[in-house]
């Protein structure tokens, strides 16, 4: 199947890609330490206290790194980044790193859980909908996600809450009681969470899912496989999918940036200990290293995901990969 | 025998009729070619066979297949006679296959679609023999290729093996060389004639070209309005054409203009040694991208006064050049004079200069701002001018320039949209002939117009150019145009000049081999 | 007419009216505290009912209108203001170094989310509306940026900006005279998606805390104080929610209602 001429250019593309990746994080983290950096007033004389003896003071400074020139406050931070080594919390006196891992364990498996959901549920509904253009299947999907579109997620996750837990009881009202206690109750723990965040996102992905695929039943080549005489669904699966999927792929992209966000907000509601509760103490104990690490982390892993759209691009579009 | 049997055919779409009681068949292994200008209902006739008609199309009538009534049966059973009993070329090659399968794949298609049992194996070398029938052989186009990786006619070759895979009884071909060169249409044209004639496949092809329609049919159908004005056998029809249409689509394809005598030579515009390159991507990992000379030491002179054609197919570099010429893209090499003042000023293009040099362009829908009225479309080029008219001088100018060009002053305050495709060529040239310059490039200008509308176009290119003094490039790759509307001509191919001589010389006795070939290729109208 | 739109425009105009009128005229003072009286249902003296300090919810919906217009049309403003004239610049230099160090800012900023924007804000000034604003003015910059630079790029190609360039017009008052008059439509049906997405980032803005600050009323705020009263008073959750919704489904659409609208398909159809 591949031809030398063509897995060159492959490579290519990969390395183009993989090139830019870094530039951006590169960029980026530059951004996020400066603007840290404009932050008046002095970590060290914060967490001292106002009657800090100058010595301690400038022990302290020396420990958490403040005492040396900004660029080799930077280089020092982003070397650290790359080993794993966040710095030390301000506050706790902790690594960084080991709080930031014990939130992601709540924080990305709930951005993962919601991007499946909403994949899961916006595929069919936009397929079926594409299909039945006009009909009154259609225009059903088409007016729920209209409403879905307009929820606030973290209003919806306060309904699902007085609904399910309060009400049914299905369901826990929030608190996360962690992984030891097996992977379903984890994740039992995580579905009105995950529902709250997916739905309106999935409402999105239908309303492009659906808009994609009739674009598609325009192009000449859904006729001409029509001419072969496939039916008209056949035409769609065989024909109009892949080709649809390229714009749901750009939208499922950025959908996580506005997943990971979200579920900083719904975190809120449930009073889950993912990143979300973890930023908003720091920002009012002024732990600005916290602070600092956890935004870092958030914009990397939205350009890693944009970076993992692209080679996906690749795989469904074989011009892409001719053309570099 | 007969295959095919359209009778009493109508259609409408909501409600407006687009077919109206149309009767034709098709026999076995018989060409048969329906021809008319647009909005004449060809396209709609070959959907219909095919059952393949945009929603909410009401039809009246019968189209019977051997013994089968198309109209009466269910969409299951139509489409198991799509593809196995009726073939179908498109006009688009380039949109009409499935970017992201590969060729292989898409030719196989149709194959397992009808037969099930057939493993993917047999399908697979099904698939290639069929590619290697329609000129497309294995080694040099493995299965594995994609649409991207072919050429507009080798793309049209393996929409025309996914058509004939299964041998069907019918093939039906809407426009299927439009698109084309005029060497890959002689190519393909030969092909689908051949494959009529060895498998006794019945033809039908849709064309708006009545010179491939006298070349290849073995009969002919006139349609107007969505109503077949004429049809008869080939030979018959073009001696006797009882039918007023037919006579005046026929004669539009052949017109000719009468040019007014070239004044004696003294030269407008001279191109010397012009060349110009692009960059390429990269072919490989680490490769050096590699340029591509698209325009390759040009050199000619346009004499003042003088009708000069440029002719070549797709990527010889005439779009380029007129590019050049316009000063829009500078040049690596080479110059451009016009009137002995350079077209470029250093990097920047010369106002002065091009104050005496206009344009009209290909698509009439285009070429205009959709949300300006017709009297500011054609006053953008007094941007050119050190001080534009205003006023009633503007005015005044606006309404000669679509008088000159058979519109009237009122025109002025219209939208574009409210144009025809004839009238918006009309409204470009006015657009061109607005700060009275001495030379007009015509840039595929009549390509996109019906024969009928062309005709007249060409028409008033002929006066105007008397009237004004004009000096008019001609480029295009319509070797009849070319032929009635200069009397000098350009050849190019491959970036380069390869031939040049007086019109009817080059045409009569070309002396390039590709010149040769170009218009050996060229369908031509039968002399009668 | 199209039913998108009418629907649209009256929804859009009942929360731009009651935004007014607040400046005005509210059934009750929205800071009057009223114990007494706290958490009364729909339906009483108190149309919409009252929170725990007795506050009348509808006046307080009527005042957080003006924030919640105030911020998402001042960030679709900033947006518009400088991510167009980006986009046209990019457009008109396409394929250079300026385009791409325009598009790659772009996809730089396309990774701060705005609420990841806002934190560091916050982090730094402090919560305010104002910083709501400048974090989803500064997410819809790229926003705008794009959609004009992709559109702008497919006119570049067209005719008739060709025979502008004939005419020997200079590539900014190109874009200015040609482009940017054929991108309009797209920007207003952009606009008003863009401003309905502000609205319910204000919302979750103010309601985690990083937006506007007591005693500015917003409805996201007012979600926030109604979290812990759920189970007792659902309507202080039910009222907000349902202004928040009714509000973004109005301006969604009006901006379907106007992409209908302002696309007359002036172009007829090639054959």
């Avoid at chain 1, 720091?282 to 982390?297: G, N, T």
């Avoid at chain 2, 009778?7 to 048969?32: C, M, Q």
């Avoid at chain 2, 004005?229 to 001696?239: A, H, I, K, P």
């Amino acid at each position: 199947m591949i031809c030398t001429p063509t897995f060159g250019l492959m490579i290519r593309y990969l390395l183009k890609r993989l090139l830019s990746l870094c530039i951006s994080l590169a960029v980026a983290s530059l951004v996020i330490f400066t603007v840290i950096e404009i932050a008046p007033g002095d970590p060290a004389s914060f967490m001292l206290g106002m009657n800090a003896q100058p010595e301690t003071l400038a022990a302290l400074r020396s420990e958490l790194g403040l005492d040396v020139s900004k660029p080799a406050r930077y280089l020092a931070w982003v070397g650290g980044l790359l080993q794993g080594d966040f710095g030390t919390s301000y506050t706790y006196r902790t690594p960084v790193s080991d709080m930031i891992a014990a939130r992601l364990w709540v924080s990305m498996p709930l951005a993962l859980y919601a991007l499946g959901l909403s994949t899961l549920i916006a595929f069919p509904a936009g397929i079926y909908a594409a299909a039945r253009r006009g009909k009154a299947g259609d225009v059903g999907v088409m007016g729920a996600t209209q409403l879905g579109v307009a929820v606030p997620n973290f209003w919806f996750a306060m309904i699902l809450v007085l609904i399910f837990a309060i009400n049914l009881r299905w369901f826990a009202a929030g608190g996360f009681v962690g992984w030891e206690q097996g992977v379903l109750t984890g994740l039992h723990a995580l579905t009105l969470p995950a529902i709250a965040l997916a739905l309106p996102q999935a409402a999105i992905l239908a309303r492009v899912m659906r808009s994609a695929l009739l674009d598609v039943l325009g192009e000449d080549y859904m006729r001409t496989a029509r001419a072969k005489g496939l039916t008209e669904r056949q035409a769609l699966w065989r024909h109009g999918l892949r080709n649809a999927l390229i714009p749901v792929l750009t939208i499922i992209g950025l959908q996580f940036s506005f997943l990971l966000a979200g579920s900083i907000i719904i975190e809120q509601v449930f009073y889950l200990p993912g990143l979300g509760r973890l930023v908003f103490q720091s920002i009012s104990a002024r732990d600005l290293i916290v602070v600092e690490s956890v935004v870092m982390l958030l914009v990397f892993s939205v350009i890693l995901v944009n970076f993992l759209v692209d080679l996906a691009y690749a795989a469904v579009d074989p011009r892409l990969r001719a053309r570099a | 025998m007969t295959l095919l049997s359209i009778t009493n055919l109508s259609l409408a779409i909501h409600r407006f009729d687009i077919l109206h009681d149309v009767t034709l068949s098709v026999d076995a292994g018989e060409i048969v070619a329906v021809t008319g200008e647009s909005g004449s209902g060809k396209s709609m006739t070959a959907l219909a066979a095919m059952q393949l008609l945009p929603k909410g199309t009401q039809a009246r009538g019968h189209i019977m297949l051997g013994d089968q009534d198309l109209l009466a049966l269910p969409e299951s059973e139509l489409c198991a006679i799509r593809g196995n009993d009726i073939g179908m070329v498109f006009q688009e090659p380039m949109t009409a296959l499935n970017p992201v399968q590969t060729i292989g794949h898409q030719v196989a298609e149709t194959i397992r679609i009808h037969d099930k049992t057939v493993s993917r194996q047999a399908a697979a070398k099904r698939a290639a023999e069929t590619l290697e029938r329609v000129g497309l052989p294995n080694d040099r186009f493995p299965l594995t290729r994609y649409p991207h990786e072919l050429s507009g006619g080798q793309r049209q070759r393996v929409v025309i093996a996914m058509a004939i895979a299964l041998r069907p009884r019918l093939l039906i071909a809407d426009e299927p060389t439009t698109a084309l060169d005029v060497t890959t249409q002689a190519q393909i044209l030969d092909l689908l004639k051949s494959l009529a004639r060895d498998d006794g496949m019945g033809l039908l092809m849709i064309t708006h070209d009545l010179a491939v329609v006298a070349d290849m049919a073995d009969r002919i159908i006139v349609m107007r309005k969505g109503e077949i004005v004429e049809q008869g056998q080939t030979q018959s029809l073009l001696r006797t054409m009882r039918h007023p249409y037919t006579q005046m689509l026929f004669a539009a394809s052949n017109h000719s203009v009468a040019l007014p005598k070239a004044p004696p030579p003294q030269p407008l515009l001279t191109v010397e040694n012009v060349s110009r390159d692009y960059a390429l991507p990269r072919r490989t990992l680490f490769g050096k991208p590699g340029r591509f000379r698209a325009v390759d030491n040009v050199s000619f002179t346009l004499q003042r006064g003088e009708r000069l054609g440029l002719v070549g197919e797709s990527g010889c570099g005439k779009s380029t050049l007129t590019r050049a010429l316009l000063g829009l893209e500078p040049v690596q090499s080479g110059s451009i004079t016009l009137d002995g003042t350079a077209v470029f000023s250093g990097t920047k293009p010369n106002l002065d200069v091009r104050r005496k040099m206009q344009v009209v362009f290909q698509d009439p829908f285009g070429s205009f701002n959709p949300r300006h009225r017709v009297d500011r479309l054609i006053s953008e080029p007094f941007h050119l001018l050190p001080a534009p008219p205003s006023g009633s001088a503007r005015t005044d100018a606006i309404a000669d320039a679509l008088i000159a060009v058979g519109l009237s002053p009122d025109d002025a305050t219209k939208y574009i949209h409210e144009f025809s495709g004839g009238q918006r060529q009309r409204i470009a040239i006015a657009r061109a002939l607005i700060i009275r310059p001495d030379l007009i490039l015509f840039d595929e200008a009549v390509s996109a117009l019906d024969v009928s509308v062309r005709a007249q176009i060409l028409d008033l290119l002929a006066e105007l150019c008397s009237a004004y003094d004009l000096t008019y490039l001609f480029i295009s790759h319509d070797l009849t145009v070319v032929r009635t509307i200069t009397d000098r001509v350009l050849v190019m191919k491959s970036g380069q000049i390869v031939e040049q001589g007086a019109t009817a010389e080059v045409f009569d006795q070309p002396q390039h081999p590709y010149t040769q070939k170009l218009l050996a290729a060229a369908p031509r109208l039968p002399d009668l | 007419m199209n039913r998108n739109l009418i629907l649209g425009a009256l929804l859009t105009s009942v929360f731009l009216l009651s935004a007014l009128v607040s400046f005005v005229w509210t059934p009750f003072s929205h800071t009057a505290m009223d114990i007494p009286n706290k958490l009364q249902g729909v339906g009483g003296a108190h149309l919409l009912g009252t929170d725990h300090f007795g506050r009348d919810i509808l006046s307080m919906i009527m005042v957080g209108a003006r924030t919640s217009i105030a911020v998402a049309l001042v960030a679709v403003g900033i947006g518009m203001g400088l991510g167009v004239p980006l986009g046209l610049w990019a457009a008109a230099k396409r394929g250079s170094l300026v385009d791409e160090i325009i598009m790659r800012g772009n996809d730089l900023v396309f990774a701060f989310p705005s609420l990841v924007i806002a934190i560091l804000i916050t982090a730094i000034f402090g919560a305010s509306a104002i910083n709501a604003i400048i974090a989803i003015g500064i997410f819809n910059i790229p926003v705008f940026a794009r959609i004009t630079r992709g559109a702008a790029l497919s006119l570049w190609e067209r005719e008739f900006i060709l025979a502008a360039r004939v005419a020997g017009k200079s590539a900014a008052r190109i874009s200015v005279e040609h482009i940017l008059p054929n991108v309009t439509n797209l920007l207003i049906v952009q606009g008003t998606i863009q401003f309905s997405l502000g609205i319910l980032a204000e919302a979750g803005l103010s309601y985690v805390g990083l937006g506007a600050q007591p005693p500015t009323p917003s409805w996201g705020r007012m979600l926030a104080d109604a979290q812990t009263m759920v189970s007792i008073a659902p309507h202080m959750a039910l009222v907000p929610g349902f202004a928040i919704i009714l509000t973004v489904l109005g301006l969604n659409l009006m901006g379907d209602g106007l992409r209908d609208a302002l696309d007359p398909r002036l172009r007829v159809t090639r054959k």
